[in-house]
C-alpha cells in the first residue's frame, strides 16, 4: 500500500521556520512529483509547490518564503517554511503525482496524500 507519512508540524512564533517531512512508501518515489498544499479551517485546500525532475515552482504566496526540496533516496520531500506569519497557520498536507502534468497545482491531479500536520503560528 502506498503511504505518505508526515512530521515536523508544531507551534512556532512568527518570524520562524519550520521544515516538515514526508516520506513515502509503495511506490517508485522519483516517478512521482511532490507536492505540497495547506487548508486553514472554512477554507478550501491552497497549492503551494511542487518538485518533479524538471524543477520546482511554488505559488506566488509562498515563493520568497517557502523552499521544496526532496532525497530520491530517502523517498522524502521536504517543504521548508521560512519567516512564518499567522496567516500561515493550517493543516499542512503533502501529495504524490504521476509526473504526466508537468507542475501538477491542483487537488484531483494528485494521487495519494499525507494524513497532514498542524502548523500554528503565533503572533
Known amino acids: 500500500q502506498v503511504q505518505l507519512v508526515q512530521s515536523g508540524g508544531g507551534l512556532v512564533q512568527a518570524g520562524g521556520s519550520l521544515t516538515l517531512s514526508c516520506v513515502a512508501s509503495?511506490?517508485?518515489?522519483?516517478?512521482?512529483?511532490m507536492g505540497w498544499f495547506r487548508q486553514a479551517p472554512g477554507t478550501e485546500r491552497e497549492f503551494l509547490g511542487t518538485i518533479a525532475w524538471r524543477g520546482t515552482y511554488y505559488t506566488e504566496s509562498v515563493k520568497d518564503r517557502f523552499v521544496i526540496f526532496r532525497d530520491d533516496a530517502k523517498n522524502t520531500v521536504y517543504l521548508q517554511m521560512n519567516s512564518l506569519k499567522p496567516e500561515d497557520t493550517a493543516v499542512y498536507y503533502c501529495?504524490?503525482?504521476?509526473?504526466?502534468?508537468?507542475?501538477?497545482?491542483?487537488?484531483?491531479?494528485?494521487?495519494?496524500w499525507g494524513q497532514g500536520t498542524q502548523v500554528t503560528v503565533s503572533s
Open positions: 509503495g511506490l517508485t518515489f522519483s516517478s512521482y512529483a
Open positions: 501529495a504524490a503525482a504521476t509526473d504526466s502534468f508537468y507542475y501538477p497545482h491542483r487537488t484531483n491531479e494528485y494521487d495519494y
